[in-house]
């Protein structure tokens, strides 16, 4: 039997969660190192360019010292930590470039402290940011994850008989009229939803508020009464559409013949009757919600998070999750992403308590808003007027946001992508360049 290495030997004498306990508080210490010389040194203009032309450095050194201060999470950190030549150059920098003896003081010694960690842990930095973000990986084990997805998602769709290509989950993230906070607009799309086998509606959707159709199609869409929910002029995007949050101009043919509330009509939600579709046949869905006053803008306590959540309650190919930014929402961090495991499924919301963390290669990035990857071209014209509805009805312009997105291919049911940011301090807030 071949001998374990070093590296392996160290894994398996602590556990994961004693290595990531050891890393938490040096990461920190760096990463509000970073912030504090950020703030010192450039504190009306943060963006990437402006880390590179202000220190000297090239692009991806000053990537990864700016992902260290937007990280809002152990394995944001970890991951984007410098290596020892990058923090040698950094260093070198800082001092040419007029940085504070005590500010370069605390980056010195912060970075030397993660060093040593990082080193004491012992392995390699495929492991470690696993570690970090509470799994364990190795090339082959990443290898043989994604794997395990798609043939865990082809058995899933046979045993529960329905399946999707794509869900894309749109959070558009605008001031509100209620001072110090912001509104949401959720907007879904769902492409290539289909029956496998028969089976009973299937939950695709969990509105915000209750709604009870007026009969025909042609009908106006009206809030139950006794209802102490919002309205549904206050809450769905377009709410005269006669099943929201359906937007009947976005979903195709399919979708209105498959796509309606459960038989009993005491469900709020949408669900999917794909026994009236023909063999072979898919629907495409668009929905749309606002959220008023959803949250705070501003932190309470130093380092709040905002988050966005989307559960995986059926089975998919693709799953992409994305956040924008309106030009006047400030925050102090761009977005992480985590992935947990859940027991929200078909309907029913949990919060997560003690969540368990599953390895995610994958992260956040911003790309042109209205673009989407390659394999979903077809359906660039619906999604960019999704999001053209959603900016409208928050009375904004789309190209006043930023989009943050993280795409997952193959997510595991029962699972949550949840994205984080740290929250802008009141007296210091600043917009993000």
């Known amino acids: 039997?071949?001998?374990?290495?070093?590296?392996?030997?160290?894994?398996?004498?602590?556990?994961?969660?004693?290595?990531?306990?050891?890393?938490?508080?040096?990461?920190?210490?760096?990463?509000?190192?970073?912030?504090?010389?950020?703030?010192?040194?450039?504190?009306?203009?943060l963006g990437v360019r402006a880390w590179g032309r202000t220190l000297k450095v090239d692009k991806s050194l000053a990537s990864k010292l700016y992902r260290v201060m937007n990280a809002s999470d152990l394995a944001g950190i970890v991951t984007a930590f410098p290596g020892p030549r990058g923090i040698a150059i950094l260093k070198s920098s800082l001092q040419k470039c007029g940085c504070s003896p005590a500010r370069l003081d605390a980056f010195n010694s912060s970075a030397r402290n993660l060093r040593r960690c990082i080193d004491d842990v012992d392995v390699n930095r495929e492991t470690l940011c696993a570690i970090a973000a509470g799994g364990r990986d190795?090339?082959?084990?990443?290898?043989?994850?994604?794997?395990?997805?798609?043939?865990?998602?082809?058995?899933?769709?046979?045993?529960?008989?329905?399946?999707?290509?794509?869900?894309?989950?749109?959070?558009?993230?605008?001031?509100?009229?209620?001072?110090?906070?912001?509104?949401?607009?959720?907007?879904?799309?769902?492409?290539g939803f289909r029956q496998l086998r028969p089976n009973q509606p299937w939950c695709l959707y969990s509105s915000t508020a209750e709604f009870k159709p007026t009969g025909d199609k042609a009908g106006k869409a009206s809030a139950l009464k006794s209802s102490a929910l919002p309205t549904i002029r206050d809450v769905f995007l377009l709410p005269d559409e006669p099943f929201a949050p359906m937007?009947?101009?976005?979903?195709?043919?399919?979708?209105?013949?498959?796509?309606?509330?459960?038989?009993?009509?005491?469900?709020?939600?949408?669900?999917?009757?794909?026994?009236?579709?023909?063999?072979?046949?898919?629907?495409?869905?668009?929905?749309?919600?606002?959220?008023?006053?959803?949250?705070?803008?501003?932190?309470?306590?130093?380092?709040?998070?905002?988050?966005?959540?989307?559960?995986?309650?059926?089975?998919?190919?693709?799953?992409?999750?994305?956040?924008?930014?309106?030009?006047?929402?400030?925050?102090?961090?761009?977005?992480?992403?985590?992935?947990?495991?859940?027991?929200?499924?078909s309907g029913w919301r949990r919060k997560l308590v003690e969540p368990i963390r599953l390895p995610l290669e994958e992260e956040v990035s911003e790309v042109p808003v209205g673009s989407l990857p390659k394999s979903l071209a077809k359906l660039l014209p619906t999604y960019r007027r999704l999001l053209t509805c959603g900016a409208d009805a928050a009375h904004t312009k789309l190209q006043d946001y930023r989009c943050f997105r993280i795409t997952i291919k193959n997510p595991p049911l029962l699972s949550t992508i949840a994205m984080r940011w740290r929250l802008a301090e009141p007296k210091t807030a600043r917009r993000r360049g």
């Open 138 to 191: 190795t090339d082959s084990q990443r290898l043989q994850q994604r794997k395990a997805r798609q043939s865990a998602r082809s058995a899933l769709a046979l045993i529960w008989g329905v399946e999707a290509d794509a869900r894309i989950s749109s959070n558009l993230i605008a001031p509100s009229k209620t001072k110090g906070c912001a509104d949401v607009l959720i907007l879904g799309l769902y492409e």
């Open 1 to 45: 039997m071949a001998k374990k290495s070093a590296s392996e030997k160290s894994v398996n004498e602590l556990s994961l969660a004693q290595l990531a306990a050891g890393l938490e508080a040096p990461a920190k210490a760096f990463a509000d190192a970073v912030r504090s010389m950020a703030k010192e040194m450039m504190p009306s203009n």
């Open 247 to 345: 937007i009947g101009e976005l979903s195709d043919e399919f979708a209105h013949k498959a796509i309606a509330m459960h038989p009993n009509g005491n469900s709020r939600d949408l669900y999917f009757h794909g026994d009236r579709l023909a063999r072979g046949q898919s629907a495409r869905m668009a929905v749309g919600e606002i959220t008023r006053a959803a949250g705070e803008i501003y932190a309470t306590y130093p380092n709040d998070l905002g988050s966005v959540q989307a559960g995986i309650g059926t089975p998919m190919k693709l799953s992409i999750l994305e956040i924008l930014f309106h030009k006047d929402i400030a925050r102090d961090s761009d977005p992480s992403a985590a992935l947990f495991a859940s027991l929200a499924i």
